[in-house]
C-alpha cells in the first residue's frame, strides 16, 4: 500500500526536511533552559567568538546523535509509527514549553571560553527535546544529515543571540510571552501530525 502522507511525509525532500527541523528545535530551544546558560557563559567570558563555536560544536554533536538515534530506530517503524514519533517528540516539546525552566547556571569549569561552552551545552543538550526531535525527522528524513543539519541551525537562531545578549538583555526580552507562543505553536503542529499519522485528517 501507498504510504500515507505526513505534515512532514516520509518522502520528504531534504530543504523540507531541513526547514522543517529549524522551525521545530527553534520553537523548542524558546523554552529550554540552553538559552540562559550560554547567556551566562556570554556575560562570563569576553571572547564571545569561542564561547558560540563551542555552542555550535557540542549542538552539532547532540544532534547528530539524535540522528543516529532516529536511522537506527526507523527501520524498526512503519511510516505510520515514524509520523506519530515525530508528533511525539514535537508534543512533549511543545507541552513542556508552557512551564517555565528553571535557568541552568553553567558551572566553572577551568576549560575557557571554548571547552566550558563546550562541556556545559553538551551535557544539557543530552536527551533534550530538540535531540528528541531531531532523531524524529531522522527516522523519516530520505537525507537524515539535514534533520541534524536544521536542528542544529534553528538552536543557534536562539542561542546566538543569547551568547550575546548575556542574562541580563535576556531578562528585557518578553521571555514568558515568547516560551508560551512557541509552546502553542509546537503543540499545535505536533497534534496536526497526530491527527496526519492516524490518517484523520
Known amino acids: 500500500p501507498r504510504p500515507a502522507r505526513f505534515a512532514w511525509p516520509v518522502e520528504a525532500e531534504a530543504m523540507d526536511v531541513l526547514m522543517a527541523a529549524i522551525v521545530a528545535a527553534l520553537l523548542a530551544q524558546v523554552s529550554d533552559r ?23 560544536l557540542a549542538l552539532a554533536f547532540g544532534n ?4 543516529v538515534g532516529g536511522i537506527l530506530v526507523a527501520p524498526m517503524l512503519s511510516p505510520n509509527a515514524q509520523g506519530l514519533l515525530l508528533a511525539l517528540a514535537m508534543l512533549s516539546g511543545g507541552v513542556a514549553g508552557f512551564w517555565p525552566s528553571k535557568p541552568a547556571k553553567a558551572r566553572r569549569w ?6 566550558s561552552s563546550l562541556v556545559a551545552v553538551g551535557v544539557l543538550g543530552f536527551g533534550d ?19 541534524g543539519i536544521g536542528a542544529t541551525i534553528g538552536s543557534l537562531a536562539v542561542t546566538v543571540p ?12 518578553p521571555t514568558t510571552a515568547l516560551r508560551l507562543g512557541a509552546a502553542t505553536v509546537l503543540t499545535l503542529a505536533g497534534a496536526v501530525q497526530a491527527l496526519s499519522a492516524l490518517r484523520l485528517i
Open 34 to 56: 540552553t538559552p540562559w546558560a550560554v547567556a551566562a557563559l556570554g556575560d562570563r567570558y569576553d571572547e564571545k567568538g569561542a564561547v558560540i563555536a563551542g555552542v555550535a
Open 129 to 147: 527535546r530538540t535531540q528528541f526531535i531531531t532523531a524524529a525527522f531522522a527516522t523519516q528524513a530520505t537525507t537524515p544529515a539535514f534533520a
Open 162 to 173: 543569547a551568547t550575546l545578549l548575556g542574562e541580563r538583555g535576556l531578562r528585557k526580552l
Open 64 to 67: 547528530a546523535v539524535g540522528v
Open 110 to 115: 577551568r576549560l575557557g571560553p571554548f571547552g
